[in-house]
Structure formats: C-alpha cells, structure tokens
C-alpha cells in the first residue's frame, strides 16, 4: 500500500508518497519501512506494520536527528497515497452530548479537518471513510490531543493524511534523538464500508488495545452512583445500599463517581474541588472512603472510584502547594496539571495508588472535563512553548501505562465529559471508552452506531436511560409504576451491545423489575466474552440519530466463530410498523437454526437465505426490542 506524508521541519514543508519494503515478521505483523532523508542529517522514516491476514495497516512517522544542532518539527502527518476517488467522504462531528454525528459529502478536491480542543473527538472524531465503487477505506488516528487531518484528490491521485495538529504545534528534536508519531489506523474493504470498520475493529483488537480478559469470564458490568445522586445526595448508606443491590444483580463493579473528596462546601461543588484527593468528604461519608471500600468489596461487588486526576478546581490545595505543575498558557492557568513533569506523574500515581491500595478500588474512573485548547507553554515547564498538549498527553499515556503495569487487575476507564476524548491512541493505554454523558435511547444508539466505526464494541461502554436527576438525559426516571414489560426489556437490552453500566437508585426498583435486572446480566455476562468481545459485530440497520432522525430501526449482528451468534433488534419511536432485516456473513450454504427470545416462532433456513431475504419483524411496539439466537441447523 502506499503511503502518504507530511512533515514540516525547519520551516520546510515535505511532501510525498512512498512504498514501503519488509523488514521482519512479529508474530502475526509484518513490519515494513522506507528511509526518506531530508536536509543534513535529518532522516524522515515510514513506518509500517500490516496483518499477515487481514487488508489493514497501521503507520507512522519518525524523525531522526544525527546532526548536532536541534531540528524543529511543526507537522507529522500520515496516511495514504491512492488514485483519484469518486464516491462518498464520510465523517462525524461531535460536542459534548453530541458525538458521533455524522456528515457526509461527495469526495471534494480538497478537505480538512481536525480539533484544537485539546480532547481528540470535541469538534471531529479522529476518523474518516471513503466509499467509492471499487474500494473502502476506513483510516482512524491515534491520538487523544489536537489533531488535523488533510484529504486531496485531484491529479489523478488522492492522498489523504492524518497527525498532529500544524496550529499551535512544533517540538524540538535534540541531536541523536527521534520523534515518533502517532499512528495512523488504515483498513481497506473491497466489498462494502462496513467490512471495512470490522475489519479495523478486528487489528485494533489484536495488536492495539489495552483490554486483556486472559482472568476475566466476562465483559464487566458496573453500577455507577452519577446520574442518579450525583454529588448533591450521595453518601455511605446509599452506596451500601445500591452495591449490595448491584451484587445482587450479578454486575461485577460498583463505581462511585464525584462528591467523596473535598471539604462539603455549599458554594463549590465537586468542580471546584478537584485535586483534593487526599482529603475526605467525612460529612457524607463518616466511616471514611477506606471502610465503605472494603464493605463493598465485601458485598460481593468490586469496588471503584471516580477521578479527575489531571485536573484541578478554583480551591485546591494544590494551586498553593505546587503552583509549578498548573498548566498555563501566557501565565493563564488551564485548569488542568501539565503531565509532561515527572514531578506532576509521579503525584498523580501515589494519589491512584492509593485508590488502590487504601480505599480497594478495582475500578477507576478516570475523566478530563477540560478543554485545553493549545495547552501549556509556561517558560520552565519540561516542555517547550508549542509542544506543551503533545507532551502532556504522552506524559498522561505514560502514566496510564505505569498503572497497568503495577495493577494489572484493576480496570481503567477513559471519560472525558462523556466521550470528548474517544480515540484509538486512548484505548491503547486505558480499557474501555464512556460514550457520552446524555444516555437517553436515541443518543445511545447515535454514539454506539458511530463508534463503531472504528471502536470493538467490547471497548464501547454505555448506559441507557439512567435514572437522572438532572436535564442531562430528558427523564428524571424512566423506571416508575407506568413502565410496560416491552420498554423495560428494550431499556435492558439496548445496555447490552457493548460493556454496560448502569445508574438507578435499585431500592426503589419493584422485586420483578430487579428480576429482569438480573436476567439481563446474567445473559450479557454469558454472551460477552465469545461475542461482544471476540465475536464479529456487523451494523444491519443504518444510524439513529438523537433527535428522533435517522434509521428507526437499530440491530446489530454478533458471530463467534463457530458460526453461531446473536442479533439484536429495536424499534424506535417513529419506526415503520415492519421491517425486514437481511443477516450477513453467514456461509451460503449451511443451515440455520433462528430462534426468538419473545416469542416460540423458529425458523431453520439457509444462509443464503437469510442473507438474500432476510428476517420480517412486523409485532414490534414502538420501544419494542427482540433478541434472535443463530445456531447452526440439524
């Protein structure tokens, strides 16, 4: 595959395409390079390691200095080099409780796009797709800071480059050093777009991600305290009272979110707080944040924590204790610590270390809400003036490395005001990606359909429709007297794609409802490990979107390799009252065995079949959900 670059260096701008030769094997990857030298003894390298099976490549830059004076870098773009596309650019803008919203347009000349936020996914997902009549591709960056990405098609050639962000961006490489940048996911389908993410979902699974579940039978279900008391009504008996119900449940971790930190203060809130870790909120919480973890962790559910670890609030102690690690920018403080100091990284694992060992948390909840634009470029800082967002995300992936490393059991989770922060470079270092803080049906299906995009869909982690005592999420409480058995199940359900949590205040749950409760567990925790996690998810319906748009009917396809699987499938408010939906990658041949949760109906049919026409769901309610067993026929 060819590839395609650009670099600025020196205030000279380079340009190219280049093939790469094979240098080794590495197990499954086969790596590959192409040395490009630039003025000096700067050396440009293409770096490259594709499947030995599948059509995917990842690819990146590095720079190398063998000279003795320092060469500044400004650009570091990646991609790929192919003929002139005619077709489709496909690709999603985003904000916060806004993600994953698609836009389309015929393959122009020329586009950009990209984030100066400072989080990956707050304007765009770092993600693009390219339909034409011939091939597909799908390209997804790695990286959680600004980012830009370039397409060109004209010439009889299209090059299409993603990397760090031109604006606001250039490092110094010291003589005998070397910039390595960041990857550049690219997967090909010659069949349809969708083979394309799967296949991405699939290389990103096996050589990228930071997930392992070698000790886990199962994807992790949480209980999460936010939506439903937030930081205003939360305290030690409703945590008890709510893990015990979780584990009741059979969900795995019971996660308490902001408002166990900081002195209570009426005129600042959790916000105001952040950084406070090491002081304890005693008011609401009196036996201490040790001695409700290890009662939690005693009910028969893991205990885990909410932290903001790299911002800090208007008050905390930290702003006086070390007012060198507060990024600033033109002595303007960001709100957040500068992670590019050592000083700073080693502060912040003692403080997740102790989450650990003192308070027994198997679960960190680790969220950014901070938008930090440029970043940092205070004089003295271990950064230069333009280098200070790059510095300080590599410094946090260092730091997310050094807890997994000493912690290998416990469970990272990567928040950032919902999903402003939802990239493959985060999922390389944390386990599982927050959505979205608006988890009402619509958006869910919105964001997980989106994310699929590139995302596994073990790595998605969602609510739907928690119990909200805030605007967020438009119902206070979905769950009252007035629920039908249909919404209830549909509510259960739509959690079930991806790994799942949920947030309701479950003593005030009827005894039928916490049945359901647990036999949707049950059932996602027997699926999750063969299917959600190493299965093959395929989309069949098109995007819902949030408000009430969109393809109104949701299902989603999960095969093991045994050629069994799962299909699961909602009708949305303002769904047509039927609809046929057409399975896919089946053998053509083979028999199948179609069962229905709801219902006794039983279908043996062929794959060809079932691919070519389909299955008819025409009894569905509106907010009407059915679960469809795959099987091979007898």
């Known amino acids: 595959m060819p590839f395609y670059y650009q670099v600025c260096i020196n205030g000279q701008d380079r340009c190219g395409s ?53 060469a500044t870098l400004s650009e570091c773009c990646v991609g790929l080099a192919a003929p002139a596309m005619r077709g489709t650019l496909r690709y999603y803008s985003a904000s916060w409780g806004k993600e994953f919203t698609p836009q389309a347009l015929p393959i122009p000349e020329r586009f950009s796009f990209g984030t100066l936020s400072g989080r990956s996914s707050e304007e765009y997902a770092p993600w693009l797709g390219l339909e034409t009549d011939g091939a597909n591709y799908g390209l997804a960056l790695a990286w959680s800071g600004n980012w830009h990405g370039e397409l060109t098609n004209r010439c009889g050639a299209c090059y299409v480059a993603l990397g760090l962000q031109h604006e606001g961006f250039a490092t110094q490489i010291e003589p005998g050093d070397r910039f390595i940048g960041p990857q550049v996911y690219i997967a090909l389908s010659e069949t349809e777009p969708d083979e394309a993410s799967r296949r991405l979902r699939r290389f990103f699974l096996a050589h990228g991600s930071a997930l392992r579940l070698e000790n886990m039978a199962s994807l992790p279900v949480t209980y999460n305290t936010w939506w439903c008391y937030e930081d205003r009504f939360i305290g030690e008996e409703a945590c008890l009272e709510n893990a015990a119900l979780a584990a009741q449940a059979g ?18 809130n959790w916000f105001g707080k952040r950084g406070n870790w090491d002081v304890e909120n005693r008011v ?31 008050i905390a102690n930290l702003n006086q204790q070390h007012p060198e690690w507060v990024a600033r920018r033109d002595g303007q403080a960001l709100g957040y610590l500068c992670m590019a100091n050592p000083e700073t990284r080693a502060w912040a694992f003692q403080v997740i270390d102790r989450l650990v060992t003192q308070y027994g948390a198997r679960w960190i909840k680790l969220d950014f809400n901070v938008s930090p634009g440029l970043g940092c470029n205070e004089p003295g800082h271990t ?83 928690s119990e909200c005592i805030s605007d967020h999420n438009r119902l206070f409480n979905p769950i009252t007297e007035e629920i039908d058995p249909s919404t209830l199940n549909f509510f259960l359900r739509a959690s079930l794609l991806s790994t799942c949590g949920f947030s309701y205040r479950l003593a005030n749950w009827k005894p039928e409802w916490r049945v359901k409760l647990l036999e949707a567990v049950a059932f996602f925790q027997s699926i999750s490990r063969k299917y959600i ?25 999960y095969m093991a390799g045994d050629d069994t ?69 007898r």
């Open 383 to 465: 950064h230069g003036r333009e280098d200070g967002l790059y510095r300080h995300v590599a410094g946090y992936y260092a730091l997310l490395d050094a807890i997994r490393e000493k912690y290998p059991g416990v469970v990272l989770e990567n928040c950032a005001s919902g999903g402003m922060r939802t990239d493959l470079g985060m999922l390389a270092h944390a386990h599982f990606a927050y959505m979205s803080d608006h988890d009402y049906v619509d958006n869910h299906f919105q964001c997980f359909w989106g994310a699929a995009s590139f995302l596994p869909a073990g790595l998605c982690y969602q609510f739907t429709q």
């Open 18 to 70: 280049v093939e790469t030769d094979l240098r080794e094997s590495r197990g499954a990857l086969r790596y590959a390079d192409a040395e490009i030298p630039l003025e000096g003894d700067l050396r440009l390298t293409v770096c490259e390691e594709r499947d030995s099976i599948l059509p995917v490549t990842r690819c990146w830059l590095e720079v190398r200095n063998d000279g003795s004076s320092p």
């Open 565 to 633: 699987g799962y299909v699961f499938v909602f009708r949305l408010t303002g769904g047509a009252p039927s609809r046929t939906l057409r399975l896919k990658g089946l053998t053509p041949g083979a028999l199948y065995d179609i069962t229905f949760a709801d219902c006794p109906y039983r279908l043996t049919r062929t794959g060809q079949r079932l691919m070519e026409e389909g299955i008819p769901f025409d009894s569905l309610p509106e907010w009407g959900s059915e679960i469809v067993k795959i099987a091979p026929g």
């Open 251 to 268: 969900m795995s971790h019971f996660v308490l979110d902001a408002g166990w930190f900081g002195l209570p203060n009426a005129e600042v």
């Open 284 to 314: 609401d919480f009196p036996s201490g944040l040790a001695k409700l973890g290890e009662a939690v962790n005693a009910s028969g559910i893991a205990f885990g924590i909410w932290c903001e670890i790299e911002a800090i609030g208007a």
């Open 533 to 557: 996690w190493q299965g093959e998810m395929v989309r069949l319906t098109g995007q819902a979107l949030r408000d009430g748009g969109g393809d109104r009917w949701q299902a989603y396809q």
